[in-house]
Every structure is written in structure tokens, then in C-alpha cells.
């Protein structure tokens, strides 16, 4: 029989595991409307803290909906959507409390044009956390070092080419030490030959262990780092599997369809 301090020890490595594996985003039954249009029904995805989704389907079939909703970009109509453990409703006053613990990477970069690489890095630890001017910039300095684009620190977002903006706005989440990074086609407004760049830094980014939720269509990408491939059609979640069993053997014709298309 085991002694009490090795039970206790083993309690606490398995309160530890379900910390570890808690969700992070909880979507219940969302229903997204924009008028009489049926944008998200009946949606349902929990992610996981440090699990990878890639979040894929055709144009218009409302992945960047859900991620917005996520992010309470976009209000839900109905159901419920619980991020860190705070619920997303109308009447919130910690929506920045949310937010902050949330980093979007958006296809077109939103950089802040007049600001230097490092001031756009800066600009939100400074005005959210807190955090003082050279507390910021010793973060956003090593963040920047980590993406290897620390030797553009000075300049402006336009003397960048897309990839090495796409890389500063993801260096910019990152600065927020966020528990969860949301994508949305990040490659996609990108030359072909930047597409890399900016996949390899959300690689290492995995690697890292950060919870990622990526729409994005590299399906390389999804093979390398997703544990989950999440694929929506019309509004709804119509199938979920790891990327092996997806890409192999997708269940449905509509997946079957969109793979066809894009592969
Ligand atoms: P995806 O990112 O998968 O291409 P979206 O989530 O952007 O799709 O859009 C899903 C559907 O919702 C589309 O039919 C789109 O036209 C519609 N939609 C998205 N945003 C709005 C909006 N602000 N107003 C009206 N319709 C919208
Ligand atoms: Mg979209």
C-alpha cells in the first residue's frame, strides 16, 4: 500500500494533467445570424490548453464567423461560448479581460502604420498590462529576437515585405502572452514564395506548446502540427478528425469535395 505523501503526490500530478488538458474555448450550440442569414448553427468545438485545430472548408461556410465569435468580434445570437473561463455574453464588462488572453493574426496584417515594428509591439502590453515602456520593449525585443525579425525592430510596417509584416503582427500577439492564438488565413493575401516563412513561425509557435486555432487551407501545415482537423460546410461543424484519418479517409462527399478542390 502507498504511503500518504506518494498518494498525495499522485493526486496532484493528476489535478495537474486536467489543468493541463482543461478547455481553453468552450462553444456550445452557437448560432450566429447577420438578418434573416443563418451564419454559424448549432455550432459545438472545445479546445483543449496547448492543442492545435486547423479550422478549414469552403468560402463563405463560416470559419472566419466562428473565430470571431470566439474572439467576440461577432455577438452570438444563441448558445454559449466560454473562453478561460469567462462566458462571452452582451452584458459584459471583462470583454478585455477576454480579449487579452486572446492573439489574432488576421490575412490582411492590420499593423499600426505609424509605428515602428517595436512600437507596434509595445503599444498594446503598455495600454492593457500595463507594463512600462522599457518593460515592454525588453518583451517585445525578445519576442521579436524568437521570430527572427529583431533586426527590422526600427522600421515601419510599409519598408516590410508581407511575410515579415504577417511575422511582426504574430510577434505582436505574442507580446500580449496570450492563452490562445486564433488565425484566420494568415498566408493567404501572401506572395507564394513568403507563404513559408510565416508557416514555419507558426510551426515553432506550436512547437512551443501555444493553443492554436488556424483557418488556414496549407494543408502541410494542418499534417505537420494540427491534432484536430475541423472542417465546416454551410455554417455547421460537418466533420472532425485527426489529420491523418481526414486527409485519408474524409467521411463525408462535401469534405471529400473540398479536399478534391484544394489538394
Ligand atoms: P468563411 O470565413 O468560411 O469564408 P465567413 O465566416 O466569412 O466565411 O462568412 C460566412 C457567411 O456569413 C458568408 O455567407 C458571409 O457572406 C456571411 N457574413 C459574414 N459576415 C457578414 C456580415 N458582417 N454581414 C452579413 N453577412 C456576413
Ligand atoms: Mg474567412
Same mark, same amino acid.
Do not use: A, E, T, Y
Given at each position: 500500500m502507498r504511503n500518504l505523501r506518494e498518494k498525495k503526490m499522485a493526486r496532484e500530478i493528476a489535478a495537474n494533467e486536467t489543468g493541463r488538458s482543461a478547455a481553453i474555448v468552450t462553444v456550445e450550440n452557437v448560432v450566429k445570424r447577420f438578418g434573416g442569414f443563418t451564419a454559424l448553427s448549432d455550432v459545438n468545438l472545445s479546445v483543449r490548453a496547448g492543442e492545435k485545430i486547423v479550422l478549414c472548408g469552403p468560402s463563405g461556410s463560416g470559419k472566419s464567423t466562428l473565430i470571431r465569435c470566439i474572439n467576440h468580434i461577432e455577438k452570438h445570437d444563441g448558445g454559449r461560448i466560454v473562453v478561460d473561463g469567462i462566458e462571452l455574453s #452582451? $452584458?459584459? +464588462? #471583462?470583454i478585455n479581460d477576454v480579449r487579452r488572453e486572446v492573439g489574432m493574426v488576421f490575412?490582411? !496584417?492590420? *499593423? !499600426?502604420?505609424? *509605428?515602428s515594428v517595436v512600437e507596434n509591439c509595445m503599444l498594446a502590453p503598455i495600454?492593457? $498590462?500595463? *507594463? +512600462?515602456r522599457a518593460e515592454a520593449h525588453e518583451r517585445a525585443i525578445g519576442v521579436l529576437r524568437k521570430v527572427r525579425i529583431h533586426d527590422q525592430a526600427s522600421k515601419y510596417p510599409g519598408q516590410l515585405s508581407g511575410g515579415q509584416q504577417q511575422r511582426v503582427a504574430i510577434a505582436r500577439a505574442l507580446c500580449m502572452q496570450p492563452k490562445i492564438m486564433l488565425f484566420d488565413e494568415p498566408t493567404s493575401a501572401l506572395d507564394p514564395e513568403m507563404v513559408k516563412e510565416v508557416l514555419d513561425t507558426m510551426v515553432e509557435l506550436a512547437r512551443d506548446g501555444m493553443t492554436m486555432v488556424c483557418v488556414t487551407h496549407e494543408m502541410g501545415f494542418a499534417r505537420e502540427v494540427a491534432d484536430r482537423v475541423v472542417f465546416m460546410d454551410r455554417g455547421a461543424i460537418v466533420e472532425e478528425a485527426d489529420p491523418e484519418t481526414f486527409f485519408r479517409a474524409p467521411r463525408t462527399e462535401r469534405a471529400r469535395a473540398f479536399l478534391g478542390q484544394i489538394i
Open positions: #452582451d $452584458r459584459m +464588462s #471583462d490575412q490582411s !496584417f492590420n *499593423l !499600426f502604420p505609424h *509605428l495600454k492593457v $498590462r500595463g *507594463l +512600462s
